[in-house]
């Protein structure tokens, strides 16, 4: 069997293409969406990242603002730069690229951003509210996924779906996104005992294990759906996934390519994070008037 390959890139487009009319009628109203982008430290990959959003922004017609901060920044100033931006009415989104330098406690400063304007969907009010299946602003890189399998025409409903990686920002969150599709999910990680096993019993495999090329086809059913979370440089400049893709290949259904998969979905669900926040601000009455 050889694989489909599942281009993020594509779906990607299509998605960013559709917030246009949203944005266009925000931007009317007065409430043209903005996105604020914290970066601290000279992280190359981070960079590139926050380049792309900012990018991606501009392209839509959205506000950008990105604040780009020495690795030696207190933890206070930062957390006095997320209070100015809640009670911004220009900014309905605020970003800050992780990882972050290890003086600077993650929780404080995810915790500091107000739940409406966390468009990371990383707050604890926001994962409780995934959590409990009520409406919420979805982590990106999870919203991607289902986003992905749903337009790429894969039904989730009824499947064993298999997670690698058990993060806050990626595996739990998505194993709860495809909870909420009606799969039968099990989560596993790096201390689940022979992991082929499971991952063999999977419909849909998703791996944000963090390695790179963990996953080879002996992992895998023959005919899955898998999906590639991980991105890693090798030494030689390209790039790959946590799964050896040219392998699994060979064994899967559909597969997601790096680069190509998931990125750009993570990108675009920011998007869209932000355009339902500045909607719901415009709703409540709470919106800058650009
Ligand atoms: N605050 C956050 N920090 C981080 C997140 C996040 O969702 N929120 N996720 C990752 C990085 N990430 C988003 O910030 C991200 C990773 C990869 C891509 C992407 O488009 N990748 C391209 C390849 C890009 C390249 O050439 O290097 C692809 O896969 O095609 C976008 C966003 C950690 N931090």
Redesign the pocket.
């Known amino acids: 069997m050889t694989a489909t390959w599942l281009s993020?890139?594509k779906i990607a487009k299509e998605i960013r293409e559709s917030l246009r009319p949203e944005i266009e009628r925000l931007t009317k109203a007065g409430v043209q969406p903005g996105l604020a982008v914290v970066l601290v430290g000279d992280d190359p990959?981070?960079q590139?990242?926050?380049n792309?959003?900012a990018k991606t922004c501009l392209e839509l017609g959205m506000h950008s603002e990105v604040y780009r901060l020495p690795a030696e920044t207190e933890e206070a100033e930062l957390l006095g730069l997320i209070d100015r931006l809640n009670r911004d009415d220009r900014i309905h989104g605020i970003?800050?690229?992780?990882?972050l330098p290890k003086h600077i406690k993650e929780k404080n400063v995810i915790d500091a951003i107000h739940p409406s304007k966390d468009v990371?969907g990383?707050h604890p009010v926001n994962v409780g509210n995934l959590a409990i299946g009520d409406d919420c602003l979805l982590?990106?890189?999870p919203a991607g996924v289902i986003e992905m399998l749903k337009r790429g025409g894969i039904e989730i409903a009824g499947k064993h779906a298999v997670v690698v990686g058990r993060s806050n920002?990626v595996g739990k969150p998505v194993a709860l996104l495809l909870l909420r599709e009606h799969a039968t999910v099990t989560i596993t990680h790096s201390r689940t005992p022979d992991l082929a096993s499971i991952t063999r019993q999977a419909d849909i495999l998703v791996v944000a294990a963090g390695k790179p090329e963990l996953i080879d086809r002996t992992y895998v059913k023959p005919g899955a759906v898998v999906v590639d979370v991980g991105?890693h440089?090798r030494e030689d400049g390209t790039?790959c996934g946590d799964v050896k893709a040219d392998d699994v290949a060979e064994t899967a259904g559909v597969l997601t390519?790096?680069?190509?998969?998931?990125?750009?979905m993570?990108?675009v669900m920011?998007m869209k994070n932000t355009v339902e926040a500045a909607g719901r601000a415009l709703a409540s009455g709470k919106a800058g008037r650009g």
């Open positions: 993020g890139t990959a981070s590139v990242y926050v792309k959003k970003l800050v690229q992780l990882p990371d990383f982590p990106c890189t920002i991105i440089r790039l390519p790096v680069p190509g998969g998931v990125g750009p993570t990108i920011l």
